[in-house]
């Protein structure tokens, strides 16, 4: 039981990094229609950019911001110059998707060859460790949790009541009939990769502070856990997303718990398929 | 649309033939460059050509920082026997393969290096991470390699160009089996990434760890691509092992660590590793996560016995410090660590062998040399004993035979080509500074064998 109790806490804080990347992922592919396979990358080059401003002897509480910024940045130019382009000479959906991991292999080599193949930690106390059953958390996983909770809470907020949120949610549904509503669909897309990219600069870092030791090789498996979050919600909801995130999150854990460790991921896969053979659309799907 | 759409297609089914026969024509091609690649081996360096080395390991993925290490070794070595006049008047130069520590990966690399290298007398490298798949390929081609793998596959397999000088991973596994012993541990947990190469040391842990009166009290197989390693982290706290042995490469063992510290009151439970684990990387990783001093305190592992002095010692350590922060990848952590690498150190006297080899045999014709890898390294009657490929020369040069001793000790290879060691135990000061903590006997290692 306590084995238990621990592994589902464990699923949560999993569940809490695994929300905000997804989230700001199936954003990004709602509304630009790119499968960005390049997220992890990204995610990487934020959790990098952290350390290297903690490097300097400044929190990495403080670097988050930077990163976040960073990436905006990072992910707004991965569009500008890359994407946009293919897009405008109408290339296929499959062929932004292959580009996309090139850029995702681009970025992650790009990086181990800026700090090389090692492994790296942020110089950080994870502060106290709280006890409650079989839960064990420090204060900074419950951090990280509230974190997720505000950016989730944030999201919903903006997608359901901003002038902004609206048009993001207009040019998802419908980019042409958005533009003859008045709706600057440019504007808005170059807006969702610079917020995009900041969740996944976000994202990074707190990957990074939750794992305890990183390199730039170490979101390889995430971006699939992200992938599987999004299309166990529904590819393109963001509260499907978040809801993909804590079954994942969870099933990996508690799996973890009860079988070889290193299935763990393989469960969490069955238990997508499950669903998705019950509810191709995923969980927030519409109904076929 | 359906007519168009067929009309399209008859379109599309002329141009792909037209791609078809492109690709055809590019495989040909790599076929031809492949078998012009491999003329080398079998006739030779032609003269003013460079002899090339090459380092097929991982230079990406978990376990990147194998590549670079071997790395450090090819280019020290091949700069120390430049430096002595090189191979019959060949200068050395060192090329790599990165195999990502990935068979699927692995095979494509090596088959692009085999196509495009010119010369290619020596590969070096060929960790258990890919040294299955890529040993057959190397071997049909004729070139001779220094493998860092322990698989035991390898023990009873014999490829004629295969050479290793590393012990069995079976033998690693009783080595750390008596450094617990030695510690007096008495209940140990388990803790191995999924990876081929630390797979192997699993089932001869166990048994060893039966045989010497201690109980296995977790085994926890780690995903190297996994983010976190929580849950496992707990059922090994839950566990109450005296200490854990492991080998989890990449940021695994790094994270596994940190995560038991947290989940065990602050306190790092006693580390037990491979010799793997000797590198500055390693130590790097570890260190920031857990802190250096707690890392230090409760690290050991294995390692071959390797000189820390003596002529072998000093050749070896001034060939590395030559190319001391010139080596892409290799510029973290303390650079005397790479002086007890495993991998820098029996590589840097395999690379020696195949040079020393090619002088004795006054032939790059690998069919000449090869035979002089066992004479030179075992030794003959009457053979001069020499540290350093330039000591080495200047005897041949003088009509001599030689027996090569080099940092990683005398060789003694068996029909399959292996050469194990004997074993030291390691351990880490806070600076980062391997030293050798005790000595482990082959009568300890009979002891706790299957």
């Known amino acids: 039981m306590t084995i238990f109790l621990a592994s589902v806490g464990f699923g949560l804080l999993t569940a809490a990094v695994l929300a905000i990347a997804a989230v700001g992922f199936t954003l990004q592919f709602a509304v630009t229609n790119v499968l960005n396979l390049a997220f992890a990358a990204i995610m990487t080059a934020g959790a990098f950019t952290a350390y290297g401003i903690n490097q300097l002897g400044v929190s990495v509480w403080v670097g988050l911001p930077v990163a976040m910024v960073a990436c905006a940045a990072l992910s707004v130019a991965l569009n500008l110059l890359v994407y946009a382009p293919f ?21 992650e080599f790009g990086t181990q060859a800026v700090v090389g193949g090692i492994s790296v930690s942020y110089k950080m106390s994870q502060g106290h460790t709280y006890k409650l059953g079989g839960l064990v958390l420090t204060t900074v996983q419950l951090a990280i949790i509230a974190i997720s909770v505000v950016v989730m809470v944030a999201a919903y907020l903006t997608l359901r009541y901003t002038k902004l949120g609206k048009s993001m949610r207009a040019t998802s549904a419908n980019r042409q009939l958005a533009r003859n509503c008045g709706i600057r669909t440019g504007r808005v897309i170059t807006t969702t990769w610079a917020l995009t990219g900041a969740l996944g600069g976000l994202a990074g870092t707190v990957y990074a502070i939750d794992i305890g030791s990183f390199g730039p090789t170490s979101t390889d498996l995430f971006v699939v856990l992200i992938l599987a979050a999004v299309f166990l919600g529904g590819p393109g909801h963001a509260y499907g997303a978040m809801l993909g995130a804590l079954l994942i999150g969870v099933a990996t854990e508690v799996s973890a718990a009860y079988i070889v460790p290193s299935y763990k991921y393989v469960i969490a896969f069955v238990v997508l398929l499950a669903m998705l053979a019950v509810r191709p659309t995923g969980l927030l799907g519409a109904r076929t | 649309m359906l ?22 024509g590019a495989v040909a091609l790599a076929a031809t460059l492949a078998a012009c690649g491999s003329s080398s081996s079998s006739g030779g360096v032609p003269s003013g050509q460079s002899i090339v080395f090459a380092d097929v390991a991982p230079f990406s993925g978990p376990d990147a920082a194998l590549g670079p290490t071997y790395l450090v070794s090819c280019d020290g070595t091949t700069a120390a026997i430049n430096k002595a006049g090189g191979v019959l008047g060949h200068k050395v130069s060192c090329t ?37 798949a890529v040993a057959p390929v190397i071997n049909s081609h004729k070139t001779v390699m220094f493998c860092m793998t322990g698989q035991s596959e390898f023990d009873h397999k014999h490829f004629d160009y295969f050479y290793r000088l590393v012990p069995p991973d079976l033998a690693e596994s009783y080595a750390m089996t008596v450094i617990a012993q030695q510690l007096g541990y008495k209940k140990i947990a388990l803790a191995f990434g999924n990876d081929i190469g630390s797979q192997t040391f699993v089932q001869p842990a166990e048994s060893a760890i039966a045989k010497a009166g201690m109980t296995v009290v977790a085994n926890e197989t780690l995903d190297l691509n996994a983010t976190t390693f929580r849950t496992e ?18 940021s695994a063992d790094a994270t596994l660590f940190s995560e038991i510290k947290q989940l065990n009151g602050g306190q790092v439970i006693p580390i ?12 790097t990783s570890a260190a920031a996560a857990v802190g250096a001093s707690d890392f230090a305190n409760n690290f050991h592992a294995d390692n071959l016995v390797t000189a820390t002095s003596g002529p072998a010692y000093q050749a070896f350590t001034q060939s590395l410090l030559a190319v001391k922060g010139k080596v892409s990848g290799a510029q973290t952590g303390d650079f005397s660590t790479y002086f007890t690498a495993p991998g820098a150190v029996h590589l840097y006297d395999g690379m020696n062998l195949a040079a020393l080899s090619m002088i004795a045999a006054g032939s790059t014709d690998v069919a000449k040399w090869k035979p002089f890898l066992t004479s030179i390294g075992d030794g003959v009657p009457g053979a001069v004993t020499v540290n350093s490929f330039a000591q080495g020369v200047a005897e041949l040069k003088a009509g001599k035979k030689i027996r090569y001793v080099g940092p990683g000790g005398p060789t003694s290879f068996d029909s399959f080509h292996d050469s194990p060691g004997i074993f030291q135990v390691d351990t880490y000061t806070a600076a980062g500074v391997v030293t050798v903590s005790g000595n482990i006997s082959a009568a300890q290692l009979r002891a706790v064998s299957g």
């Not at chain 2, 008859?10 to 791609?19: A, I, K, L, N």
């Not at chain 2, 520590?101 to 258990?128: F, M, Q, Y």
């Not at chain 2, 092992?241 to 989890?248: G, H, K, L, R």
């Not at chain 2, 037990?272 to 130590?283: D, K, Q, V």
């Open chain 2, 96 to 132: 790599t393969a990165d195999t990502r520590g990935d068979p699927a990966d692995a095979i494509p690399a090596v088959g692009s290096l085999l196509a495009r290298t010119h010369n290619l007398e020596l590969v070096i490298g060929c960790t258990s991470d890919e040294a299955a």
């Open chain 1, 87 to 107: 897009q405008r000479r109408g290339s296929a959906p499959i062929t932004i998707v292959i580009v996309s991991l090139g850029m995702a292999l681009i970025i």
């Open chain 2, 3 to 24: 007519a168009e759409g067929r009309a399209g297609n008859s379109v599309m089914t002329f141009r792909r033939s037209g791609r078809w026969l492109a690709a055809i």
């Open chain 2, 272 to 283: 037990i590793g491979t010799s793997a684990a000797i590198s500055p990387a390693f130590f």
């Open chain 2, 233 to 250: 982290a707990e059922k090994i706290v839950q566990a109450h092992p005296d200490a854990i042995m492991t080998e989890a490469l990449g």
